[in-house]
C-alpha cells in the first residue's frame, strides 16, 4: 500500500475563527503500482484537499496518512522528524492553478526546477526538460520562454511537464484537462494513460468531465461535502439508481446507450465504455 487514509479529517481556519470542514472521516487505500483512478464530485467537496494529503503538503487535523511508510498527523510538522520533501519526489502533484507551480524565469529552469531539487545533475535536468515539454505537445521553442507570458492552456503543459521531469512513482493531477482545447485535452488523456499503461504506474486525476472518467478510470472516488461518498467501478457508479442526488453528469455514452435502447429497443448486453466500442456492440445487435 503506497497511501493509507485512516479516519483523516481536515479544517480550515477561516478568517472570522469559524473553522470549516473539508474533509471528513476519510478512509481511503491507494496502491503504488497499477491503479487509474479519477476523483469526482461537485466544486468545493474536498478534491483538492484530499489530494494535497497524498504527498503531505496538508496534514490531517484529525487521523493519519500514511505515505510510502511514513506517518503524516497533525504533530509532523511540529516534531519535523519526518522530511516531507523526498515524498514530494515520490507523489508528483500537478496544482489545479498552474500559476501556483511556475515561478522561474524560463520554461526551462521551471521544468529543471524539481529534478535539480532531487539531485539530479544540470545535464541530465536538461534532457527531462528537453522530452517532457514534447511530451506535454509542446515544442523546444518554448523552453526560452517566460512561463508568464503563456496561454493558459500552456501554462499548464508546462507544470505538467515539471512534474513529469520528477519521474514521480504516483502521479495526481488535479482537473489537468480544464482549459485545454478537445483535441489537446484528449492527446494529454493519452500521455497520462500511456505512463499508467507502459511504466504500471498508479496515477489520479480530478475531473468534472465524466466521459474522461466513463472511458478511462478503473476506479472512480466520488466527493461530497467532505465525505468520500463511493470507491468503485465507473460501471457500478453509473448504473446506480439515484446518482442524481451526487449532481454529476451522466456521461455520453450512457446517455446514447440508454436511448438508442429505447428507440430500437434492442437490448445491448455488454457496457461499451467508448463511442467505438458502442458502434461495435450495436451493430451486433442490429442485423440489417
Ligand atoms: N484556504 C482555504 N481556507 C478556507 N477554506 C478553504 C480553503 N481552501 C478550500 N476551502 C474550502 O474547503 C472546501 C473544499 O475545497 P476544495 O478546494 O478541496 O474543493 P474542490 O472539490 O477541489 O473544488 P473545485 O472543484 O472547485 O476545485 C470548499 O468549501 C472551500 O471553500
Ligand atoms: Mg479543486
Not at 132 to 158: A, H, Q, T, W
Not at 251 to 273: C, H, M, Q
Amino acid at each position: 500500500m503506497a497511501i493509507k487514509f485512516e479516519r483523516v479529517s481536515y479544517q480550515y481556519q477561516g478568517h472570522d475563527e469559524k473553522a470549516y470542514l473539508a474533509l471528513s472521516d476519510i478512509n481511503v487505500n491507494i496502491e503504488k503500482t497499477g491503479e487509474f483512478i479519477t476523483l469526482i464530485g461537485e466544486t468545493g467537496s474536498g478534491k483538492t484537499t484530499l489530494v494535497q494529503h497524498m504527498n503531505a503538503l496538508l496534514q490531517p487535523s484529525e487521523g493519519r496518512v500514511h505515505i510510502f511508510g511514513l506517518k503524516i498527523d497533525r504533530n509532523t510538522k511540529k516534531e519535523g522528524k519526518v522530511k516531507l520533501n523526498p515524498i514530494r519526489k515520490k507523489v508528483g502533484l500537478v496544482f489545479q492553478f498552474p500559476e501556483y507551480q511556475l515561478f522561474e524565469e524560463t520554461v526551462e529552469k521551471d521544468i529543471m526546477f524539481g529534478p535539480k531539487n532531487f539531485g539530479i545533475s544540470q545535464k541530465k535536468a536538461l534532457e527531462l526538460a528537453k522530452r517532457m515539454i514534447k511530451v506535454v505537445g509542446l515544442d523546444e521553442s518554448y523552453l526560452s520562454r517566460s512561463p508568464f507570458n503563456l496561454s493558459g492552456g500552456e501554462k499548464k503543459r508546462v507544470s505538467i511537464a515539471g512534474i513529469l521531469a520528477m519521474e514521480p512513482d504516483i502521479l495526481i493531477l488535479d482537473e489537468p484537462t480544464s482549459g485545454l482545447d478537445p483535441i489537446g485535452r484528449n492527446a494529454l488523456l493519452k500521455v497520462f494513460y500511456d505512463i499508467h499503461k507502459t511504466l504500471n504506474k498508479t496515477v489520479i486525476i480530478i475531473t468534472h468531465d465524466m466521459n474522461t472518467v466513463y472511458e478511462y478510470a478503473k476506479r472512480v472516488l466520488v466527493m461530497r461535502e467532505g465525505v468520500l461518498v463511493f470507491d468503485g467501478s465507473p460501471l457500478a457508479l453509473f448504473s446506480r439508481k439515484n446518482i442524481e442526488n451526487w449532481n454529476l453528469d451522466i456521461p455520453d455514452i450512457v446517455k446514447l446507450k440508454t436511448a438508442l435502447s429505447e428507440k430500437f429497443n434492442i437490448n445491448i448486453e455488454d457496457s461499451p465504455r467508448s463511442r467505438e466500442a458502442l458502434f461495435k456492440s450495436i451493430k451486433a445487435v442490429i442485423k440489417p
